[in-house]
T-cell receptor, first 109, second 112 residues
Framework: GQQLNQSPQSMFIQEGEDVSMNCTSS?????WLWYKQDPGEGPVLLIA?????ELTSNGRLTAQFGITRKDSFLNISASIPSDVGIYFC?????????FGAGTRLTVKP | GAGVSQSPSNKVTEKGKDVELRCDPI?????LYWYRQSLGQGLEFLIY????????KSGLPSDRFSAERTGGSVSTLTIQRTQQEDSAVYLC??????????FGSGTRLTVV
């Protein structure tokens, strides 16, 4: 099936630093999504992108839908301790959604 | 309820036994998905229900896995003759349409 390559696998950063993670695919997606998962919980939708080239912000989060429709990135600015968690990208074509393996973010106070 | 509810939250079963996992989606959500998440891994698609349409079962890993959705609401994922490699967190999610925005907290299945 379609494979999403998400990188990096993990990040250790200092509070206040900016973070960037990305996802690439061999296939085109119509929608790109970014989720955050806290321990013992299900993923929570952060940002949804519907149009190639779209750049969307949600507070300190910014995500872009790549022009080729095969990639997306997520930036977190001025990280805080509660940003800790696992971030997943997902690509969707209608109801077919595929997830990346996740980026585990650790923020040191 | 306010969110997607899954039960049980934890299940330990002996190899070879059958298990049933339950998902109560948000009322009115026509789309329901099951995913499996192994330790430290991403989400693996299992099955998708949309309204009264035939479900998309393309992600079910073997014929030991089956799922049904009764009355367009509650869904049950059944795993027969469980194997140790079935150990994972099973996540259910529902959506009215568009991107998945509401996941349950999952059922952690451990096969011993």
């Amino acid at each position: 099936g379609q494979q999403l390559n998400q990188s990096p696998q993990s990040m250790f950063i200092q509070e206040g630093e900016d973070v960037s993670m990305n996802c690439t695919s061999s296939s085109i997606f119509n929608t790109w999504l970014w989720y955050k998962q806290d321990p013992g919980e299900g993923p929570v939708l952060l940002i949804a992108l519907y149009k190639a080239g779209e750049l969307t912000s949600n507070g300190r989060l910014t995500a872009q839908f790549g022009i080729t429709r095969k990639d997306s990135f997520l930036n977190i600015s001025a990280s805080i301790p509660s940003d800790v968690g696992i971030y997943f990208c997902a690509g969707a074509n209608n109801n077919d959604m595929r997830f990346g393996a996740g980026t585990r973010l650790t923020v040191k106070p | 309820g306010a969110g997607v509810s899954q039960s049980p939250s934890n299940k330990v079963t002996e190899k070879g036994k059958d298990v049933e996992l339950r998902c109560d989606p948000i009322s009115g959500h026509t789309a329901l998905y099951w995913y499996r998440q192994s330790l430290g891994q991403g989400l693996e698609f299992l099955i998708y229900f949309q309204g009264n349409s035939a479900p998309d079962k393309s992600g079910l890993p073997s014929d030991r896995f089956s799922a049904e959705r009764t009355g367009g609401s509650v869904s049950t994922l059944t795993i027969q003759r469980t194997q140790q490699e079935d150990s994972a967190v099973y996540l259910c999610a529902s959506s009215p349409s568009g991107p998945l925005d509401t996941f349950g907290s999952g059922t952690r299945l451990t096969v011993v």
